[in-house]
Protein backbone atom coordinates (compact mmCIF):
# COMPACT_ATOMS: atom_id res chain seq x y z
CA UNK A 1 0.00 0.00 0.00
CA UNK A 2 1.42 3.91 -1.09
CA UNK A 3 -0.22 6.88 -0.61
CA UNK A 4 -1.77 7.57 -3.84
CA UNK A 5 -0.16 11.26 -3.84
CA UNK A 6 2.63 12.92 -2.14
CA UNK A 7 2.31 16.91 -1.15
CA UNK A 8 5.00 18.18 -2.72
CA UNK A 9 7.04 21.27 -1.81
CA UNK A 10 5.84 24.55 -1.83
CA UNK A 11 7.76 26.55 -4.76
CA UNK A 12 9.56 29.70 -4.66
CA UNK A 13 10.76 31.94 -7.21
CA UNK A 14 12.82 34.72 -7.03
CA UNK A 15 11.13 37.88 -8.81
CA UNK A 16 12.57 40.78 -9.65
CA UNK A 17 8.90 42.48 -9.81
CA UNK A 18 7.65 44.84 -6.77
CA UNK A 19 5.05 43.56 -4.72
CA UNK A 20 1.88 44.89 -6.42
CA UNK A 21 2.82 43.54 -9.40
CA UNK A 22 3.68 40.07 -8.56
CA UNK A 23 0.07 38.59 -9.58
CA UNK A 24 -0.82 36.96 -6.20
CA UNK A 25 -3.90 36.88 -4.46
CA UNK A 26 -2.18 36.95 -0.88
CA UNK A 27 0.38 39.33 -0.37
CA UNK A 28 3.20 39.48 2.74
CA UNK A 29 4.79 42.48 4.20
CA UNK A 30 7.73 42.85 6.90
CA UNK A 31 7.33 44.64 10.33
CA UNK A 32 10.34 45.33 12.64
CA UNK A 33 10.55 47.14 15.88
CA UNK A 34 10.84 50.49 15.78
CA UNK A 35 13.75 52.91 15.66
CA UNK A 36 14.43 55.48 18.13
CA UNK A 37 11.64 57.96 16.67
CA UNK A 38 8.95 56.56 19.03
CA UNK A 39 7.06 54.46 16.65
CA UNK A 40 6.32 50.85 18.36
CA UNK A 41 6.96 49.11 14.86
CA UNK A 42 7.37 49.82 11.80
CA UNK A 43 6.86 48.40 8.36
CA UNK A 44 9.44 47.06 5.84
CA UNK A 45 9.60 47.12 2.04
CA UNK A 46 6.72 47.39 0.31
CA UNK A 47 4.28 48.21 3.07
CA UNK A 48 3.53 51.90 2.04
CA UNK A 49 2.94 50.84 -1.96
CA UNK A 50 0.37 48.17 -0.71
CA UNK A 51 -1.71 50.77 1.43
CA UNK A 52 -1.80 53.04 -1.33
CA UNK A 53 -2.95 50.59 -3.82
CA UNK A 54 -5.40 48.96 -2.03
CA UNK A 55 -6.92 51.47 0.22
CA UNK A 56 -5.51 50.32 3.37
CA UNK A 57 -3.48 52.03 6.32
CA UNK A 58 -1.15 49.26 7.52
CA UNK A 59 0.86 51.18 10.59
CA UNK A 60 -2.75 52.10 11.75
CA UNK A 61 -3.63 48.13 11.78
CA UNK A 62 -0.64 47.60 13.59
CA UNK A 63 -1.35 50.12 16.12
CA UNK A 64 -4.57 48.83 16.27
CA UNK A 65 -3.58 45.47 16.95
CA UNK A 66 -1.20 46.30 19.18
CA UNK A 67 1.24 44.63 17.34
CA UNK A 68 4.59 44.08 19.09
CA UNK A 69 6.92 42.56 16.29
CA UNK A 70 7.82 39.64 17.76
CA UNK A 71 9.16 37.05 15.33
CA UNK A 72 6.61 35.26 13.26
CA UNK A 73 4.34 37.01 14.92
CA UNK A 74 0.88 37.45 12.25
CA UNK A 75 -1.43 39.99 11.72
CA UNK A 76 -4.14 39.41 8.98
CA UNK A 77 -5.59 42.08 6.95
CA UNK A 78 -8.69 40.96 4.76
CA UNK A 79 -8.91 43.21 1.86
CA UNK A 80 -12.58 44.04 0.80
CA UNK A 81 -14.54 44.09 -2.88
CA UNK A 82 -13.39 48.07 -2.51
CA UNK A 83 -9.64 46.95 -3.21
CA UNK A 84 -9.41 44.20 -5.17
CA UNK A 85 -8.28 43.99 -8.81
CA UNK A 86 -5.23 45.70 -7.89
CA UNK A 87 -2.75 42.71 -7.62
CA UNK A 88 -1.71 43.48 -10.90
CA UNK A 89 -1.25 46.21 -13.53
CA UNK A 90 -4.46 44.95 -15.36
CA UNK A 91 -6.08 43.84 -12.51
CA UNK A 92 -6.51 40.24 -13.27
CA UNK A 93 -5.85 38.49 -10.26
CA UNK A 94 -7.64 40.06 -6.72
CA UNK A 95 -5.69 41.04 -3.78
CA UNK A 96 -7.53 38.70 -0.57
CA UNK A 97 -5.85 39.68 2.07
CA UNK A 98 -2.04 40.92 3.36
CA UNK A 99 -0.36 39.13 6.04
CA UNK A 100 1.59 41.16 8.13
CA UNK A 101 4.80 39.53 9.57
CA UNK A 102 6.83 40.43 12.69
CA UNK A 103 10.74 39.69 12.01
CA UNK A 104 11.84 40.23 15.82
CA UNK A 105 15.39 41.51 16.03
CA UNK A 106 16.02 40.29 12.35
CA UNK A 107 18.26 37.50 13.15
CA UNK A 108 18.21 34.49 10.49
CA UNK A 109 16.22 32.68 13.15
CA UNK A 110 13.95 35.41 13.37
CA UNK A 111 13.47 34.78 9.32
CA UNK A 112 12.71 31.19 9.99
CA UNK A 113 10.05 32.17 12.26
CA UNK A 114 8.78 34.35 10.28
CA UNK A 115 8.89 31.87 7.31
CA UNK A 116 6.87 29.08 9.03
CA UNK A 117 4.56 31.52 10.32
CA UNK A 118 3.59 32.99 6.49
CA UNK A 119 3.27 29.41 5.22
CA UNK A 120 0.70 28.48 7.81
CA UNK A 121 -0.84 31.28 7.60
CA UNK A 122 -1.15 30.94 3.97
CA UNK A 123 -2.28 27.50 3.98
CA UNK A 124 -4.55 26.41 1.13
CA UNK A 125 -3.26 30.14 -1.03
CA UNK A 126 -2.26 29.37 -4.49
CA UNK A 127 0.32 32.09 -4.99
CA UNK A 128 1.98 34.32 -1.91
CA UNK A 129 4.14 37.19 -2.81
CA UNK A 130 6.35 38.79 -0.24
CA UNK A 131 8.99 41.63 -0.22
CA UNK A 132 10.88 40.66 3.01
CA UNK A 133 13.66 39.83 0.57
CA UNK A 134 14.35 43.21 -0.20
CA UNK A 135 16.14 44.03 3.17
CA UNK A 136 17.14 40.51 4.07
CA UNK A 137 20.74 38.93 3.77
CA UNK A 138 20.65 35.91 2.30
CA UNK A 139 21.58 34.24 5.62
CA UNK A 140 18.43 35.62 6.49
CA UNK A 141 16.68 34.98 3.21
CA UNK A 142 17.35 31.54 2.80
CA UNK A 143 16.29 31.00 6.77
CA UNK A 144 13.04 32.72 5.83
CA UNK A 145 12.64 30.37 2.53
CA UNK A 146 13.97 26.98 4.58
CA UNK A 147 10.97 28.06 7.34
CA UNK A 148 8.52 28.87 4.94
CA UNK A 149 8.77 25.38 3.00
CA UNK A 150 8.95 22.99 6.21
CA UNK A 151 6.11 24.96 8.23
CA UNK A 152 3.54 22.90 6.21
CA UNK A 153 5.17 19.45 5.28
CA UNK A 154 2.46 16.58 5.08
CA UNK A 155 2.86 13.29 3.32
CA UNK A 156 0.63 12.16 1.21
CA UNK A 157 -2.10 10.79 3.24
CA UNK A 158 -4.07 6.82 3.21
CA UNK A 159 -7.32 8.09 3.23
CA UNK A 160 -9.76 6.88 0.79
CA UNK A 161 -11.61 10.40 0.24
CA UNK A 162 -10.12 14.03 0.78
CA UNK A 163 -11.18 15.95 4.15
CA UNK A 164 -13.63 18.49 3.90
CA UNK A 165 -12.23 22.05 4.40
CA UNK A 166 -8.26 20.73 4.40
CA UNK A 167 -6.12 23.49 3.25
CA UNK A 168 -2.70 21.81 1.51
CA UNK A 169 0.34 24.19 1.55
CA UNK A 170 0.73 26.93 -0.08
CA UNK A 171 1.81 26.23 -3.80
CA UNK A 172 4.14 28.97 -4.52
CA UNK A 173 6.58 31.66 -3.05
CA UNK A 174 6.96 34.40 -4.79
CA UNK A 175 9.56 36.69 -3.44
CA UNK A 176 9.76 39.90 -4.88
CA UNK A 177 12.87 42.43 -5.49
CA UNK A 178 14.93 38.79 -5.42
CA UNK A 179 15.91 38.65 -9.35
CA UNK A 180 19.42 39.13 -8.80
CA UNK A 181 19.35 36.57 -5.86
CA UNK A 182 18.51 33.06 -7.73
CA UNK A 183 21.34 31.46 -6.26
CA UNK A 184 20.45 32.01 -2.45
CA UNK A 185 16.79 31.03 -3.08
CA UNK A 186 18.03 28.13 -5.06
CA UNK A 187 20.12 26.90 -2.21
CA UNK A 188 17.55 27.48 0.13
CA UNK A 189 14.51 25.77 -1.69
CA UNK A 190 16.98 22.42 -2.88
CA UNK A 191 17.77 22.32 1.64
CA UNK A 192 14.40 22.40 2.11
CA UNK A 193 13.18 19.94 -0.43
CA UNK A 194 15.93 17.35 0.90
CA UNK A 195 14.94 17.35 4.53
CA UNK A 196 11.39 17.07 3.20
CA UNK A 197 12.52 14.10 1.32
CA UNK A 198 14.11 12.92 4.34
CA UNK A 199 10.81 13.60 6.17
CA UNK A 200 9.03 11.80 3.68
CA UNK A 201 10.54 8.46 4.54
CA UNK A 202 10.19 9.01 8.05
CA UNK A 203 6.78 9.53 7.71
CA UNK A 204 5.75 6.59 5.91
CA UNK A 205 4.03 4.05 8.05
CA UNK A 206 6.10 0.99 9.17
CA UNK A 207 3.99 -1.60 7.20
CA UNK A 208 5.17 0.01 4.08
CA UNK A 209 8.31 0.66 4.96
CA UNK A 210 10.65 -2.02 5.75
CA UNK A 211 14.53 -2.48 4.62
CA UNK A 212 14.03 -3.29 1.34
CA UNK A 213 11.68 -0.56 0.54
CA UNK A 214 13.81 1.51 2.02
CA UNK A 215 16.90 0.16 -0.61
CA UNK A 216 14.12 0.82 -3.15
CA UNK A 217 13.87 4.66 -1.83
CA UNK A 218 17.54 5.09 -2.08
CA UNK A 219 17.75 3.33 -5.97
CA UNK A 220 14.88 5.92 -6.77
CA UNK A 221 17.11 9.29 -5.33
CA UNK A 222 20.36 7.66 -6.79
CA UNK A 223 18.66 7.99 -10.37
CA UNK A 224 17.27 11.52 -9.91
CA UNK A 225 20.48 13.03 -8.80
CA UNK A 226 23.36 11.03 -10.42
CA UNK A 227 24.55 8.99 -7.68
CA UNK A 228 26.21 5.48 -7.49
CA UNK A 229 23.83 3.00 -5.13
CA UNK A 230 25.15 -0.48 -4.00
CA UNK A 231 22.93 -2.17 -1.79
CA UNK A 232 23.44 -5.77 -0.17
CA UNK A 233 20.56 -7.71 0.89
CA UNK A 234 20.76 -10.49 3.81
CA UNK A 235 23.15 -12.80 2.09
CA UNK A 236 25.69 -10.53 1.40
CA UNK A 237 25.60 -9.08 4.69
CA UNK A 238 25.78 -12.36 6.20
CA UNK A 239 28.58 -13.71 4.55
CA UNK A 240 30.90 -10.95 4.62
CA UNK A 241 30.70 -10.20 8.34
CA UNK A 242 28.34 -7.79 8.61
CA UNK A 243 27.22 -9.50 12.36
CA UNK A 244 25.44 -6.53 13.84
CA UNK A 245 22.92 -6.01 11.20
CA UNK A 246 22.23 -9.50 10.83
CA UNK A 247 21.65 -10.09 14.13
CA UNK A 248 19.16 -7.36 14.43
CA UNK A 249 17.01 -8.09 11.73
CA UNK A 250 17.27 -11.80 12.69
CA UNK A 251 13.82 -11.84 13.95
CA UNK A 252 12.22 -10.31 11.30
CA UNK A 253 10.56 -11.80 8.04
CA UNK A 254 11.71 -8.22 6.33
CA UNK A 255 15.59 -9.37 6.02
CA UNK A 256 18.10 -6.43 6.72
CA UNK A 257 20.28 -4.16 3.95
CA UNK A 258 22.63 -2.16 3.98
CA UNK A 259 22.38 0.90 1.98
CA UNK A 260 25.58 2.58 0.31
CA UNK A 261 25.08 5.92 -1.88
CA UNK A 262 28.14 7.69 -2.94
CA UNK A 263 28.70 11.28 -4.74
CA UNK A 264 31.79 11.94 -6.33
CA UNK A 265 32.14 15.20 -7.84
CA UNK A 266 34.00 15.98 -11.24
CA UNK A 267 37.16 17.88 -9.34
CA UNK A 268 36.51 16.56 -5.68
CA UNK A 269 38.84 17.84 -3.15
CA UNK A 270 39.82 16.83 0.20
CA UNK A 271 38.11 15.14 2.62
CA UNK A 272 36.46 12.04 1.50
CA UNK A 273 33.05 12.04 4.20
CA UNK A 274 31.04 8.89 5.19
CA UNK A 275 27.58 9.92 6.62
CA UNK A 276 26.58 6.86 8.15
CA UNK A 277 22.90 6.46 9.72
CA UNK A 278 20.65 4.30 11.48
CA UNK A 279 17.77 2.75 9.63
CA UNK A 280 15.65 0.76 11.73
CA UNK A 281 12.44 0.35 9.90
CA UNK A 282 10.56 0.03 13.07
CA UNK A 283 11.75 -0.90 16.35
CA UNK A 284 9.41 -3.10 18.67
CA UNK A 285 12.79 -3.71 21.12
CA UNK A 286 13.44 -7.12 19.85
CA UNK A 287 13.09 -9.32 22.89
CA UNK A 288 14.09 -6.80 25.36
CA UNK A 289 9.94 -6.13 24.07
CA UNK A 290 9.08 -1.83 24.64
CA UNK A 291 5.85 -0.79 26.57
CA UNK A 292 3.16 0.09 24.21
CA UNK A 293 3.40 3.67 24.26
CA UNK A 294 7.12 3.35 23.40
CA UNK A 295 6.46 1.55 20.12
CA UNK A 296 3.70 4.21 18.49
CA UNK A 297 6.14 6.35 17.18
CA UNK A 298 9.20 3.43 16.14
CA UNK A 299 8.37 4.10 12.02
CA UNK A 300 10.86 7.20 13.26
CA UNK A 301 13.15 5.16 14.81
CA UNK A 302 15.12 5.03 10.98
CA UNK A 303 15.88 8.81 11.08
CA UNK A 304 19.37 8.92 10.91
CA UNK A 305 19.10 6.71 7.37
CA UNK A 306 16.71 9.40 6.24
CA UNK A 307 18.64 12.12 7.04
CA UNK A 308 21.40 10.59 5.42
CA UNK A 309 19.65 10.42 2.36
CA UNK A 310 18.03 13.07 2.58
CA UNK A 311 21.90 15.01 2.69
CA UNK A 312 23.03 12.95 -0.14
CA UNK A 313 19.76 13.53 -2.51
CA UNK A 314 21.41 17.59 -2.64
CA UNK A 315 25.03 17.45 -2.55
CA UNK A 316 25.01 17.48 -6.09
CA UNK A 317 22.51 20.31 -6.48
CA UNK A 318 24.18 22.09 -4.07
CA UNK A 319 27.50 22.06 -6.21
CA UNK A 320 29.60 20.42 -2.28
CA UNK A 321 32.84 19.54 -3.83
CA UNK A 322 34.03 16.83 -1.60
CA UNK A 323 32.97 13.37 -1.68
CA UNK A 324 30.41 11.97 0.08
CA UNK A 325 29.36 8.57 0.78
CA UNK A 326 26.43 8.00 2.60
CA UNK A 327 25.81 4.70 4.40
CA UNK A 328 22.48 3.29 5.85
CA UNK A 329 22.08 0.46 7.96
CA UNK A 330 18.17 -1.14 7.85
CA UNK A 331 16.94 -3.27 9.52
CA UNK A 332 13.40 -4.42 11.46
CA UNK A 333 13.50 -4.86 14.96
CA UNK A 334 11.12 -7.75 15.96
CA UNK A 335 10.89 -10.40 18.57
CA UNK A 336 10.63 -13.20 15.67
CA UNK A 337 10.99 -16.96 16.56
CA UNK A 338 14.51 -16.63 15.31
CA UNK A 339 15.77 -13.06 17.43
CA UNK A 340 18.58 -12.62 18.97
CA UNK A 341 18.72 -12.99 22.77
CA UNK A 342 19.90 -11.12 25.47
CA UNK A 343 23.13 -12.62 26.43
CA UNK A 344 24.03 -13.37 22.80
CA UNK A 345 27.55 -13.10 21.53
CA UNK A 346 27.95 -11.53 18.41
CA UNK A 347 30.68 -10.52 15.86
CA UNK A 348 30.66 -7.16 13.92
CA UNK A 349 32.21 -6.41 10.99
CA UNK A 350 36.05 -5.68 12.10
CA UNK A 351 35.84 -8.84 14.56
CA UNK A 352 34.79 -7.54 17.53
CA UNK A 353 32.87 -9.65 19.91
CA UNK A 354 29.76 -8.18 21.54
CA UNK A 355 27.96 -9.40 24.07
CA UNK A 356 24.30 -8.50 23.77
CA UNK A 357 22.97 -7.18 26.98
CA UNK A 358 19.62 -5.41 25.74
CA UNK A 359 17.95 -6.01 22.31
CA UNK A 360 16.58 -2.71 22.11
CA UNK A 361 19.68 -1.04 22.52
CA UNK A 362 20.15 -2.20 18.64
CA UNK A 363 20.78 0.67 17.01
CA UNK A 364 24.32 0.95 18.03
CA UNK A 365 25.27 -2.54 16.90
CA UNK A 366 23.86 -1.74 13.15
CA UNK A 367 26.15 1.44 13.83
CA UNK A 368 28.94 -0.18 14.65
CA UNK A 369 28.88 -2.51 11.76
CA UNK A 370 28.53 0.83 8.81
CA UNK A 371 31.13 2.23 10.91
CA UNK A 372 33.67 -0.78 11.18
CA UNK A 373 33.04 -1.24 7.53
CA UNK A 374 33.93 2.58 6.43
CA UNK A 375 36.73 2.29 8.43
CA UNK A 376 38.03 -0.91 6.60
CA UNK A 377 37.40 -0.27 3.01
CA UNK A 378 36.34 3.18 2.21
CA UNK A 379 39.28 5.23 3.74
CA UNK A 380 37.46 8.23 5.24
CA UNK A 381 38.51 11.38 6.13
CA UNK A 382 35.45 12.03 8.09
CA UNK A 383 33.42 9.43 9.82
CA UNK A 384 29.94 11.02 10.77
CA UNK A 385 27.22 9.12 12.10
CA UNK A 386 23.11 9.96 12.96
CA UNK A 387 21.30 8.23 14.94
CA UNK A 388 17.72 8.35 17.34
CA UNK A 389 19.65 6.16 19.83
CA UNK A 390 18.96 7.17 23.22
CA UNK A 391 16.48 8.50 25.41
CA UNK A 392 19.34 9.18 28.07
CA UNK A 393 20.03 11.97 25.30
CA UNK A 394 16.65 13.72 25.41
CA UNK A 395 16.07 13.35 29.07
CA UNK A 396 19.71 15.68 29.10
CA UNK A 397 19.26 17.87 26.55
CA UNK A 398 15.08 17.93 25.91
CA UNK A 399 13.95 18.47 22.27
CA UNK A 400 16.08 21.48 21.25
CA UNK A 401 19.59 20.69 21.14
CA UNK A 402 20.94 17.37 19.67
CA UNK A 403 23.82 15.39 21.29
CA UNK A 404 27.36 15.93 19.75
CA UNK A 405 30.05 14.13 20.43
CA UNK A 406 33.64 13.99 18.78
CA UNK A 407 36.88 12.92 18.66
CA UNK A 408 38.02 16.18 16.94
CA UNK A 409 37.71 19.61 18.74
CA UNK A 410 37.95 20.94 14.92
CA UNK A 411 34.88 19.43 13.58
CA UNK A 412 32.83 19.56 16.84
CA UNK A 413 33.26 23.50 16.00
CA UNK A 414 32.21 23.32 12.62
CA UNK A 415 29.33 21.13 13.38
CA UNK A 416 27.84 23.00 15.99
CA UNK A 417 28.60 26.75 13.86
CA UNK A 418 26.84 25.15 10.89
CA UNK A 419 23.92 23.76 13.29
CA UNK A 420 22.90 27.56 14.42
CA UNK A 421 23.30 29.20 10.99
CA UNK A 422 21.06 26.13 9.84
CA UNK A 423 18.71 26.49 12.76
CA UNK A 424 19.78 22.97 14.01
CA UNK A 425 21.33 23.25 17.25
CA UNK A 426 23.80 20.95 18.64
CA UNK A 427 25.27 20.50 21.81
CA UNK A 428 28.59 19.39 22.61
CA UNK A 429 29.13 16.21 25.05
CA UNK A 430 32.37 14.86 26.60
CA UNK A 431 33.59 11.24 25.77
CA UNK A 432 34.51 10.45 29.17
CA UNK A 433 37.12 7.62 29.63
CA UNK A 434 36.31 7.21 33.17
CA UNK A 435 32.89 5.29 32.02
CA UNK A 436 34.90 3.02 29.28
CA UNK A 437 35.35 0.06 32.03
CA UNK A 438 31.25 0.15 32.27
CA UNK A 439 31.06 -1.50 28.83
CA UNK A 440 33.32 -4.25 30.04
CA UNK A 441 32.45 -7.77 29.51
CA UNK A 442 32.91 -10.85 31.14
CA UNK A 443 33.00 -13.05 28.11
CA UNK A 444 33.22 -10.49 24.70
CA UNK A 445 35.28 -8.54 24.11
CA UNK A 446 33.00 -5.63 24.79
CA UNK A 447 29.43 -5.21 25.86
CA UNK A 448 26.80 -2.86 23.83
CA UNK A 449 25.70 -1.63 27.28
CA UNK A 450 26.53 -0.76 30.30
CA UNK A 451 27.39 -3.99 32.49
CA UNK A 452 28.48 -1.77 35.44
CA UNK A 453 26.01 1.53 36.31
CA UNK A 454 27.72 4.39 35.69
CA UNK A 455 24.48 6.93 34.21
CA UNK A 456 25.41 8.89 31.13
CA UNK A 457 23.38 6.30 28.83
CA UNK A 458 24.49 8.70 25.64
CA UNK A 459 28.00 8.88 26.68
CA UNK A 460 28.53 4.70 27.08
CA UNK A 461 26.33 4.65 23.90
CA UNK A 462 28.91 6.93 22.03
CA UNK A 463 31.86 5.45 23.87
CA UNK A 464 30.64 1.65 22.23
CA UNK A 465 30.41 3.63 18.91
CA UNK A 466 34.16 5.35 19.23
CA UNK A 467 35.74 1.74 19.31
CA UNK A 468 34.50 1.39 15.64
CA UNK A 469 35.75 4.96 14.31
CA UNK A 470 39.18 3.94 15.55
CA UNK A 471 41.75 6.69 14.48
CA UNK A 472 39.18 8.25 11.77
CA UNK A 473 38.09 11.63 12.65
CA UNK A 474 34.87 11.21 13.99
CA UNK A 475 31.69 12.76 15.18
CA UNK A 476 28.22 11.18 16.58
CA UNK A 477 25.15 12.79 16.24
CA UNK A 478 22.17 11.52 19.11
CA UNK A 479 19.37 13.18 17.45
CA UNK A 480 16.71 10.77 19.81
CA UNK A 481 14.90 14.37 21.33
CA UNK A 482 15.69 16.61 18.25
CA UNK A 483 14.49 13.56 15.97
CA UNK A 484 10.50 14.16 16.83
CA UNK A 485 8.50 16.21 17.76
CA UNK A 486 5.32 15.97 20.11
CA UNK A 487 3.65 18.90 17.93
CA UNK A 488 4.08 21.49 16.02
CA UNK A 489 6.27 24.60 16.18
CA UNK A 490 8.15 26.90 13.95
CA UNK A 491 9.60 25.21 10.61
CA UNK A 492 8.69 21.75 12.62
CA UNK A 493 5.88 19.37 12.23
CA UNK A 494 4.14 17.02 14.51
CA UNK A 495 6.24 13.77 14.14
CA UNK A 496 9.82 13.10 12.61
CA UNK A 497 11.91 16.87 11.71
CA UNK A 498 14.35 14.98 9.45
CA UNK A 499 16.63 17.16 12.18
CA UNK A 500 20.42 17.18 11.14
CA UNK A 501 19.58 17.29 7.12
CA UNK A 502 20.39 20.89 7.05
CA UNK A 503 23.12 21.30 9.59
CA UNK A 504 24.98 18.67 7.26
CA UNK A 505 24.01 20.97 4.30
CA UNK A 506 25.54 23.53 5.53
CA UNK A 507 28.38 22.38 6.82
CA UNK A 508 29.14 20.33 3.68
CA UNK A 509 28.24 23.24 1.44
CA UNK A 510 31.22 25.46 3.48
CA UNK A 511 33.43 22.61 2.08
CA UNK A 512 32.72 20.30 5.21
CA UNK A 513 35.62 22.28 7.21
CA UNK A 514 37.48 20.33 10.49
CA UNK A 515 37.22 24.09 12.46
CA UNK A 516 35.00 26.82 13.17
CA UNK A 517 36.98 29.56 10.52
Same mark, same amino acid.
Request: overall charge negative; charged content about 25%.
Given at each position: ??????????????????? @??? #???????????? %????????????????????????????????????????????????????????? #???????????? *?????????????????????? #???????????? &?????????????????????? *???????????????????????????????????????????????????????????????? +??????????? $????????????????????????? +?????????????????? $???????????? $????????? $?????????? @?????????????????????????????????????????????????????????????????????????????????? *??????????????????????????????? +???????????????? +?? &?????????????????????????????????????? %????????????????????????????????????????
Amino acid at each position: MRAESTIRPTEVVADARAL @MDA #EAGVLAVPFSPG %DDDGAQVRLGAGGDTVSAALGLDLAVVLDRERAKARAGEIVSVPVFEAGRGAGSPDG #EVDVTKVLLVGL *GDRSPGAFRKAGAAVARAARGT #ERLATSVAVDAD &DASLRAFIEGAVLATYALGDYR *GSAVPGEKRPLRTLVLTGAGDRSQAVTVAATIAKATWTARDLVHTPSNVKDPAWLAEQARGIGD +AHRLDVRVRDE $KALASEGFGGIVAVGAGSQRPPRLI +AMRYEPKRARSPHVVLVG $KGITYDSGGLSL $KPREAMVPM $KTDMSGGAVV @MGVLSAVRELGVGVRVTGLVAAAENLPGATAQRPGDVIRQYDGTSVEVINTDAEGRLVLADAMAYAVAELEPTVLIDVATLT *GAATIGLGRSHAALYSTSDGLAAALTAAGDS +AGERLWRMPLVDDYRF +AL &DSAIADIAHVETTKVGGGSITAALFLQRFARDVTWAHL %DIAGTGRADSASGELVKGGTAFGVRALLYWLEAGAPLDEG
